[in-house]
C-alpha cells in the first residue's frame, strides 16, 4: 500500500472511532435524561420500568386526594378510567391541581407499584388536556369499547 494511503487510512480510521465514541458518550446522556410517559394501565400491567425517571399522568380521581395534616406529603390517585395508579408527592401541589382534572407526575415507580414523584404538573387551561395524558385516555376508552363489544356480541 501507497505510504500516503497507508497515512490517509489510518487518519479516517482514528476520526471513525473518535466519533463512535462521541455518539456513545452523547447517547449514554440522553438515556439518562429521557423521561417516557407511561399511563396508568401501562403502569397497572408493568410496562414501566421500576426505579428509572418517568412521568405518569391522567386523571385525578375523584376523592382520593390525602394530605398529611401536619407535612406537605400528599397523596393521590391517578386513572386512565381503566387502571388507577397511587402517586405520591412531598411538597407544595400547583394550584390548578383538583380532583376530576388531568395531571402528569414525573418521579419513579417503586417496588410496590407506588408512583413517587418529584413534580406534579397541573393543566394551566379549562381545555388543555397534555398530549400524552389524552392519548392515554383515548386509548382506554378504545380498549374498554372494544371490551364491551366483544362481550356484548358473545351474548
Partial sequence: ?????????????????????ATGLVMYALQQNINLF????QIATGKAPHNTNIRAGGMVVEGSVKRHSK???????????EHKVTITYQGILPDLFREGQGVVAQGKLDNEGVFQ???VLA???????????????KSAQN???????TEQSIY
Fill in 117 to 119: 414523584a418529584d413534580q
Fill in 38 to 41: 407511561y399511563s396508568p394501565s
Fill in 143 to 149: 380498549a374498554t369499547q372494544k371490551k364491551t363489544a
Fill in 1 to 21: 500500500m501507497n505510504p500516503v494511503r497507508k497515512k490517509r487510512l489510518l487518519v479516517i480510521m482514528v476520526i471513525a472511532i473518535i466519533l463512535s465514541v
Fill in 123 to 137: 393543566k394551566h387551561d379549562e381545555n388543555y388536556m397534555p398530549p400524552e395524558v389524552s392519548d392515554a385516555l
Fill in 71 to 81: 407535612t406537605l406529603y400528599v397523596s393521590f390517585d391517578v386513572t386512565d378510567f
